[in-house]
């Protein structure tokens, strides 16, 4: 009699508001702290896709870092801020049971995110899921070649990014097993956006609340 393999242990990702993440498993990631109650200091590893103030906060960095923490961020903020590794578009970095991919995020004609500044989404591959950060960034070419997704984080605020209809497509696109929206709630992008996406994605989608975590088994 063969044993049977016990189950895997689930990643939690929990939306912390605006375009911020945390993803947990036998690590503990953060995407583009912003806002960040209290100083949780439990960071193994922080992304940063860009610049922007919204996105990179010196102080949340600081809050949600554990001793040894590891931050991986576009060049440019790597130059302006003097903390952590570059990770280009294409780039990979790995480290025990994580592996991060920089994927290109940039609007195809709005002026706020210029592809020329190799700004980042970043696909996250963790305990043996994949998850997708899309970063503030419109419907892209580079979305048809990502890998299987047990997850797609997606803009759909509008103006600097997609709105709900163009983050259903992209998710049309790229049909990861769920889809949970972001960029709304805060600075731009509303409830009412939020709800169309769901309405409109093609599979699963979940409308978190800041805080609430939702397992991936």
């Known amino acids: 009699m063969t044993e049977k393999s016990s189950p895997r242990k689930p990643v939690l990702i929990t939306w912390l508001g605006h375009a911020s993440f945390s993803i947990t498993g036998t690590q503990k990631i953060y995407v583009d702290p912003w ?21 990179c906060s010196q102080e949340d960095i600081h809050k949600v870092s554990a001793p040894g923490c590891t931050i991986l961020a576009a060049q440019s903020v ?18 025990k049971t994580v592996s991060i991919t920089g994927i290109p995020a940039y609007n195809m004609r709005a002026p706020y995110h210029s592809r020329k500044k190799q700004w980042l ?32 984080l997606l803009p759909i605020g509008g103006t600097y990014t997609m709105d709900a209809a163009q983050a259903a497509e992209a998710a049309a696109e790229m049909q990861p097993k769920l889809v949970i929206p972001y960029h709304w709630g805060d600075i731009i992008g509303s409830l009412t956006d939020a709800k169309a996406f769901l309405a409109a994605a093609p599979m699963p989608a979940r409308l978190l609340v800041p805080g609430e975590p939702c397992s991936i088994s």
């Not at 048809?144 to 047990?150: A, K, N, R, S, T």
């Open 78 to 95: 790597v130059q302006e801020t003097g903390l952590g590794e570059a990770l280009l578009p294409g780039g990979t970095w790995s480290c």
């Open 121 to 152: 989404g970043f696909v996250i591959a963790l305990d043996g899921r994949t998850i997708y950060y899309a970063g503030d960034t419109d419907l892209i070419p580079e979305m048809q070649e990502l890998p299987p997704l047990d997850a797609a």
């Open 35 to 55: 806002k960040i109650e209290g100083e949780p200091g439990d960071g193994d590893l922080v992304l940063i896709s860009h610049s922007h103030y919204d996105h």
